[in-house]
T-cell receptor, first 111, second 114 residues
Framework: QQKVQQSPESLTVSEGAMASLNCTFS??????FRWYRQHSAKGLEVLVS????GEKEEGRFTAHLNRANLHVSLHIREPQPSDSAVYLC???????????FGLGTRVSVFP | NAGVIQTPRHKVTGKGQEATLWCEPI?????VFWYRQTIVQGLEFLTY????????DSGMPKERFSAQMPNQSHSTLKIQSTQPQDSAVYLC????????????FGPGTRLTVL
């Protein structure tokens, strides 16, 4: 059964500094990786989806995938206070499966 | 495009009562997913429909939980004899179904069992 773990549990960054979030997974045959953001009392917003090793950039959000190391990361460039939220890593073996989520990283961005 | 619609947004039931949660997927999407979110367990996959057919219910509790998709415009999640441990936010997501397609999540239904 897939296990997804995120670190750190919480992260405080200054506005404009880089924020880096980590996610490890247990099934090396997974090929569907997504980062979501969840603001309090709001739905999930997909930020970046990545399906092969390497880097994928969507605006200020960049995901790095290394399946050999069972690791996917998210980097937030020039974070703003409005980026304060819980960030969730989601993984599945293929697109036709439900996603397995990590418990999230709570990011707080201060001016 | 109104996005995925879930009703009700909040539901309070007494222990032992039945709860039915509704999901209206984005028009044209062929896949519908149900998830449950709690503080302790996080977001957990429950079940998945494709073209209204049940595909994977590996996350559904074996008792008291059932899901249906009678037509392409809505799906329901029914919990019989609700228990306090069923209290959670239940999220529905829909997807166009193609390879690598995104799952778009609704706002969720917060179920509280007293």
């Amino acid at each position: 059964q897939q296990k997804v773990q995120q670190s750190p549990e919480s992260l405080t960054v200054s506005e404009g500094a880089m924020a880096s979030l980590n996610c490890t997974f247990s099934d090396g045959t997974s090929n569907n990786f997504r980062w979501y953001r969840q603001h309090s009392a709001k739905g999930l917003e997909v930020l970046v989806s990545i399906f092969s090793d390497g880097e994928k950039e969507e605006g200020r959000f960049t995901a790095h995938l290394n399946r050999a190391n069972l690791h996917v990361s998210l980097h937030i460039r020039e974070p703003q206070p409005s980026d304060s939220a819980v960030y969730l890593c989601a993984v599945s073996h293929n697109y036709a499966q439900g996603l397995t989520f990590g418990l999230g990283t709570r990011v707080s961005v201060f001016p | 495009n109104a996005g995925v619609i879930q009703t009700p947004r909040h539901k309070v039931t007494g222990k032992g009562q039945e709860a039915t949660l509704w999901c209206e997927p984005i028009s044209g999407h062929s896949a519908v997913f149900w998830y449950r979110q709690t503080i302790v367990q996080g977001l957990e996959f429950l079940t998945y429909f494709r073209n209204q057919a049940p595909i994977d219910d590996s996350g559904m509790p074996k008792e008291r939980f059932s899901a249906q998709m009678p037509n392409q415009s809505h799906s329901t999640l029914k919990i019989q004899s609700t228990q306090p441990q069923d209290s959670a936010v239940y999220l529905c997501a829909s997807s166009p179904g193609q390879k690598y397609a995104e799952q778009f999540f609704g706002p969720g239904t917060r179920l509280t069992v007293l």
